[in-house]
């Protein structure tokens, strides 16, 4: 029957998350183990990249193992965990792209930027907002001085190349049952538009619960069938609105960016929901979490201040200015869309790298050379 809602085809929902959960149905069964078990081995995944990325990118060893140690002990990951979201796979699957990316040296890089494409296709079907990483990561190796500018456009090529494998046949999918070559999904209109229109506030925001979904002009009734149509208009309300109040746009963009980072406690609504008898215990773990977490903005925010010193600098060090690329990253498209909490998430094992590298460096443990610059030699 394929990817279907309520008897109609749709791109409404990216596709990759769902994919995965009837993959892990049709394994085990109508239960949450698969769905589980995908997430453990996805953090797991997730802790032994944060490992070799932080090694990689020449940060020590003694700040690899702690920051994969923080983020093993991080709360709101272990409560995500137990979560049917598609945060932590989605993740997991991104930080396999980029590590990818990163592992290529001299004339081997071009081939391992291709397959680290493919890897960040595969989470483009997950994340859809993941087609406009790879200019932040190849203009941080750039930046950091891990390759020169023509090295640089030619990743860029490879990584989408291989990007646009993966994500073609789906598009075409599409355009066979929907009329139209809609590269992922359908809800970039509404993403848009919830964080453009006069009753925005920055944060979740429901059109088709408020007086705006009038001016789209199609019944909430027929939001499958039409899903493409509704695409467009609600693009169409936000560019427009946005070209109407540039001013106040970019105001609310920086309160998302706010939104986005201020507190990491979503995590834990589905413990309140599934066992609301502990609700104390959760208050004290969501109190407990919150520390966790400013402490390693902190950090983390001055070990981005350290990279790019190192990077203007031509020092040691430069290489972690890369590590800054997915907090950054989220940061945009906060900015652009909307700033809800749960939207950092990609951004935090690079925030306990860069966290894990500050606490080393006040240790005394040196930067090593990072294995990770790799595009002038070869």
Not at 115 to 126: D, E, H, N, Q, S
Not at 320 to 326: I, K, R, S, T
Not at 332 to 353: D, E, K, N, S
């Amino acid at each position: 029957m394929g990817y279907q809602e309520g008897g109609f085809p749709t791109a409404f929902w990216p596709v990759g998350y769902p994919a995965l959960i009837g993959a892990a149905t049709w394994l085990f069964g109508p239960t949450l183990f698969g769905p589980l078990l995908f997430n453990l081995i996805a953090q797991a995944a997730t802790i032994l990249l944060i490992l070799w990325l932080a090694r990689r990118l020449g940060a020590g060893e003694g700040a690899a193992r702690l920051a994969a140690l923080l983020y093993a002990l991080y709360p709101a990951h272990i409560a995500y965990t137990g979560d049917t979201a598609a945060e932590t796979t989605a993740t997991a699957v991104t930080l396999a792209g980029i590590a990818l990316i990163l592992k290529g040296r001299g004339g081997k890089s071009l081939g391992w930027a291709f397959l680290g494409g493919l890897v960040l296709g595969a989470a483009m079907l997950m994340r859809p907002q993941t087609m406009l990483l790879p200019p932040f990561l190849v203009g941080a190796l750039w930046l950091s001085r891990g390759v020169d500018w023509r090295r640089a456009l030619l990743l860029l090529v490879l990584i989408v190349a291989g990007m646009a494998v993966v994500v073609a046949p789906w598009t075409m999918r599409n355009r066979a049952v929907l009329g139209a070559p809609v590269l992922v999904s359908t809800n970039g209109g509404v993403a848009l538009q919830a964080g453009a229109n006069d009753l925005a506030d920055g944060g979740y925001f429901q059109v088709e619960k408020s007086p705006l979904w009038a001016q789209v002009g199609i019944p909430f009734a027929d939001r499958v069938q039409r899903q493409v149509e509704i695409d467009r208009r609600l693009k169409a309300m936000a560019t427009d609105w946005i070209a109407a109040h540039p001013v106040r746009w970019g105001l609310l963009g920086v309160r998302k960016v706010a939104l986005l980072w201020m507190k990491d406690g979503d995590a834990f609504w589905s413990l309140d929901a599934s066992h609301p008898e502990r609700a104390t215990l959760w208050k004290i773990a969501q109190g407990v979490n919150q520390l966790f977490y400013m402490a390693l903005l902190g950090l983390a925010a001055i070990g981005i201040g350290l990279a790019a010193r190192a990077a203007w600098a031509g020092r040691k060090g430069a290489a972690m200015l890369v590590a800054a690329v997915m907090p950054l990253f989220c940061t945009a498209l906060a900015f652009g869309f909307t700033g809800q909490t749960r939207y950092h998430y990609p951004a935090m094992p690079f925030v306990v790298i860069l966290a894990a590298w500050v606490i080393a460096r006040r240790l005394g443990e040196p930067s090593r050379a990072p294995a990770a610059m790799s595009g002038h030699d070869g």
